[in-house]
């Protein structure tokens, strides 16, 4: 079982339209969370943290649910340049190590 | 353009050669992170340095993989005698000191893309 899970997708989505998708870690010990965003053929580049309590950041949203082990993110009013793959990245410790990536969701907004 | 720069952007080398890879982190960031992404997958933790010390390295990083950061500065990747299953996408990734309640973000650069032919 991998670490971090996630459904490739790729999720379809009409433009201005909400979408919505998990990601599941096995490592109950995990203690810092994050969203990337990676475009086709470039480097990963930070999304969001992901905090306990869930946080906004305009159109995204970030849930962390510790009791089952999953991170979601909400996209609301999607944008044609939100078109990427959205990868959930665990950190097992608090300082610097190493990040345990996700397989990565594929997002497709259409016109 | 995060401040990470690697080089070379691409690479095209036959099986059995070595080759090697430099990344220049963001200047003040005494943390580096190697990392491999193949296609459709995510990228793959390889080993880690805090200032000048490998502190962490992956079962990933066969023999044939070795990384220095000399002076704690830039760092690099040499793969000796490549194979086919080598070709990916290397990415390196450089953090700071988390300040306090902070979380230590790694910023990426663009990485250098393998071909083992």
């Known amino acids: 079982r991998k670490e971090v899970e996630q459904d490739p997708g790729p999720f379809n989505v009409p433009e201005g339209a909400t979408v919505a998708f998990n990601c599941t870690y096995s490592?109950?010990?995990?203690?810092?969370f994050f969203w990337y965003r990676q475009d086709c053929r470039k480097e990963p580049k930070l999304l969001m943290s992901?905090?306990?309590s869930g946080n906004e950041d305009g159109r995204f949203t970030a849930q962390l649910n510790r009791a089952s082990q999953y991170i979601s993110l909400l996209i609301r009013d999607s944008k044609l340049s939100d078109s990427a793959t959205y990868l959930c990245?665990?950190?097992?410790?608090?300082?610097?190590?190493?990040?345990?990536f996700g397989g990565g969701t594929r997002v497709l907004v259409k016109p | 353009d995060t401040g990470v720069s690697q080089d070379p952007r691409h690479k095209i080398t036959k099986r059995g050669q070595n080759v090697t890879f430099r990344c220049d982190p963001i200047?003040?960031?005494?943390?580096l992170y190697w990392y491999r992404q193949t296609l459709g997958q995510g990228p793959e933790f390889l080993t880690y340095?805090?200032?000048?010390?490998?502190?962490?390295k992956s079962r990933l990083l066969s023999d044939r993989f070795s990384a220095e950061r000399p002076k704690g500065s830039f760092s690099t990747l040499e793969i000796q005698r490549t194979e086919q299953g080598d070709s990916a996408m290397y990415l390196c990734?450089?953090?700071?000191?988390?300040?306090?309640?902070?979380?230590?973000?790694?910023?990426f650069g663009p990485g250098t893309r393998l071909t083992v032919l």
């Open positions: 990734a450089s953090s700071g000191p988390r300040r306090q309640g902070g979380t230590d973000t790694q910023y």
């Open positions: 990245v665990v950190n097992g410790k608090a300082t610097g190590n190493k990040l345990t």
């Open positions: 992901v905090y306990s």
């Open positions: 200047s003040e960031h005494n943390r």
């Open positions: 340095f805090q200032n000048e010390a490998q502190l962490e």
């Open positions: 490592n109950s010990a995990s203690q810092s």
